[in-house]
């Protein structure tokens, strides 16, 4: 039985590897974060009890900030595939705590690599590592953005994850590390955080539609991203993690639309009609730099790992518009 060890398991994609990664018989290791409120209700479906003989789903204890931990587990745990998942990973809030973000998000992908490296020379087994790359890196570098596309950074968020871009880059090259990175455009779904603008405009609509509120305020409506489906994109991490050779695949739908667009389009959904009488702007939500159209080069995905997104704009707005509905009690 193959093993994984996951940071970021209680996010949206460390939610739905976990579900990908059991379905394929994997003995999966997940940490999570110590907090006051409990912070599992994306895993709750596949918890094990652990009082329970033979699990194959596991939690931990454990934070990117803490090296030790994260060392530990390497060895505790002797993962054949680790998944860098965890993040401080809102744009705009990179902003607010730029130096946590990158502690985390930067420093946090570099001790996993330094404690693979040293695992792999003392135990001589290997660990294939996944980190969780972003199309923020690309930033304002105009689109379509491939692997051979420059970055320039727009956010502390994507400073910090070029950074982690480029030690996962020098430890596959000075270490010989099985190490890539998946660099995914932004990706969806019903699990997603609610005050990302997607999952923020859905549940809005939903609660307009519910009546249980009249408005919904949001920022630079102008912005063009290419937008997946989450549970796609994880299927695509783990074949990233087969190929004979580690390389960095560009992850994306190759389509771009705009904020107002998906606005449009979920109002539409729910039948409420004309979009501009229940959405106001609120200047709080603007960044200091923004980052204007993003659309993936899908070509490597397509031609190597034979991935290619299947759930297009209009159906992953209807996917998150009917869920939140659902929740909310509100008829469509
Ligand atoms: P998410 O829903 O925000 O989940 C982030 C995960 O990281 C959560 O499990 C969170 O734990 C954990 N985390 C936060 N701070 C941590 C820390 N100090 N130590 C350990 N874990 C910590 O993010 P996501 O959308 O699933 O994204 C997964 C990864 O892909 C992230 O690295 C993100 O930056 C990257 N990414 C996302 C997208 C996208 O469109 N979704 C695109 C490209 C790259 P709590 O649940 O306790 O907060
Ligand atoms: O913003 C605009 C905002 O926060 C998208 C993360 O997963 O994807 C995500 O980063 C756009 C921006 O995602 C609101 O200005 C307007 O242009 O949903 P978002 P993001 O910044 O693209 C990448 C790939 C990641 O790696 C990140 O981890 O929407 N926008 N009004 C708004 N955004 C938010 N959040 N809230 C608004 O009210």
Redesign the pocket.
């Known amino acids: 039985m193959k093993k994984a060890l996951l ?8 939610s739905y590897l976990a579900e990908i990664l059991l379905k394929k018989g994997y003995e999966v290791h997940g ?3 110590r ?1 006051s409120t409990f ?1 599992t209700s994306r895993i709750d479906h596949i918890y094990q009890d652990p009082h329970v003989e033979h699990k194959n789903f596991i939690l931990h204890y ?4 803490d090296a030790n931990t994260v060392r530990k587990l390497l060895y505790e745990v002797a993962p054949d595939e680790f998944y860098n ?6 744009v705009r809030v990179s902003f607010d705590i730029p130096e946590y973000t990158a502690e ?2 930067g420093l ?1 992908a570099l001790r996993i690599l330094e404690a693979i490296k040293d695992y792999e020379k003392e135990t001589k087994k290997k660990v294939r590592f996944y980190q ?5 890196m690309f930033g304002a570098t105009p689109p379509p953005q491939s692997e051979n596309t420059p970055f320039y950074p727009r956010s502390p968020y994507a400073a910090a ?1 070029v950074f982690a871009y480029h030690m996962t880059r020098n430890y596959r090259e000075a270490y010989g590390l099985f190490a890539v990175n998946g660099i ?5 779904s019903p699990r ?2 609610e005050t990302f603008v997607t999952r923020k405009i859905s549940r809005g609509v939903a609660r307009i539609k519910a009546g249980l509120e009249k408005k919904l305020y949001l920022g630079n409506l102008e912005a063009k991203r290419d937008w997946g489906y ?1 549970p796609e994109y994880c299927e695509a991490m783990w074949q990233m993690l087969q190929q004979e050779k580690p390389e960095d695949y560009v992850i994306g739908t190759g389509e771009s639309h705009s904020v107002e667009e998906f606005v449009a389009e979920a109002f539409k959904v729910a039948g409420l009609g004309d979009w501009k009488k229940y959405v106001e702007f609120d200047p709080r939500y603007l960044r200091p730099t923004e980052v204007d159209d993003l659309i993936a080069d899908t070509k490597k995905a397509k031609e190597k790992l034979k991935w290619e997104a299947t759930t297009k704009f209009p159906e992953l707005v209807r996917i998150m518009v009917e869920a939140d509905c659902k929740a909310v009690g509100a008829t469509l």
Do not use: P, W, Y
Not at 7 to 14: H, L
Not at 62 to 65: E, M, T
Not at 132 to 136: G, H, I, L, N, R
């Open positions: 940071t970021g398991v209680t996010g949206q994609d460390g940490v999570i974060r907090a912070n454990g934070d990117l900030s998942l965890g993040a401080q990973s809102h985390i998000v946090g969780a790359s972003s199309s923020e994850k995914l455009f932004n990706h969806e997603r955080g989450a």
